[in-house]
Antibody
Framework: QVQLVESGGGVVQPGGSLRLSCAAS????????MHWFRQTPGKGLEWVAF????????FYADSVKGRFTISRDDSQNTLFLQMDSLSLEDTAVFYC????????????????WGHGTLVTVSS | EIVMTQSPATLSVSPGQRVTLSCRAS??????LAWYQHKPGQAPRLLIH???TRAAGVPARFSGSGSGTEFTLTISSLLSEDFGVYYC??????????FGEGTRLDIK
């Protein structure tokens, strides 16, 4: 069955960096667009970043643009999120999700999600 | 950016009751709307896409309706396992993809 497992979260000081990973299994990873989302304490879901199935196009939320970088390694069936210049406001549970439908940009909804990894930015 | 607004913010309902959750978009998203259920410590679960199409494996007690700017998720007869936070999400115009703030559903 489809499985997405995030890792790499932890505690980091303001201004620091973290790299999140999302290990995919149970489907042909290279055929799917992927996204990162986050949920801040007491708040709802926020879209963070997108990568096309072939990695040729990427989009970011304004709140992370220039600080976060999404990438993928299809040989490892893994999605990444490099997070730099972290601030207190980046404290959240980060989720990876698979866009429904194959190729191109995928459909705009998400049929598989991971359980999330917690990122805490604190001095 | 399309702003999604959900109501009510919280709801406490007894098992067996009918539940209606609302979602409003700041501009038309046509039928490009999805609903998710999210329980603490779990992965979000897709319930509905295309405003009214149930995702695979979703029980028939969940139904979605609406188009344009007004949408509804209905649970016809609530089960205790249906607790959680429910989010609507538009995908008509992105980036950014946007979610409502969620409706927290508690079981009485």
């Amino acid at each position: 069955q489809v499985q997405l497992v995030e890792s790499g979260g932890g505690v980091v000081q303001p201004g620091g960096s973290l790299r999140l990973s999302c290990a995919a299994s149970g489907f042909t990873f290279k055929n799917y667009a992927m996204h990162w989302f986050r949920q801040t304490p007491g708040k709802g879901l926020e879209w963070v970043a997108f990568i096309r199935f072939d990695g040729t196009n990427k989009f970011y939320a304004d709140s992370v643009k220039g600080r976060f970088t999404i990438s993928r390694d299809d040989s490892q069936n893994t999605l990444f999120l490099q997070m730099d210049s972290l601030s207190l406001e980046d404290t959240a549970v980060f989720y990876c999700a698979r866009a429904a439908g194959t190729f191109s940009y995928g459909a705009g909804w998400f049929d598989s999600w991971g359980h999330g990894t917690l990122v805490t930015v604190s001095s | 950016e399309i702003v999604m607004t959900q109501s009510p913010a919280t709801l406490s309902v007894s098992p067996g009751q009918r539940v209606t959750l609302s979602c409003r978009a700041s501009q038309s998203v046509y039928s490009n709307l999805a609903w998710y259920q999210h329980k603490p410590g779990q992965a979000p679960r897709l319930l509905i896409h295309g405003a009214s199409t149930r995702a695979a494996g979703v029980p028939a007690r969940f139904s979605g309706s609406g188009s344009g700017t007004e949408f509804t998720l209905t649970i016809s007869s609530l089960l205790s396992e249906d607790f959680g936070v429910y989010y609507c999400q538009q995908y008509n115009v992105w980036p950014p993809l946007t979610f409502g703030e969620g409706t927290r559903l508690d079981i009485k």
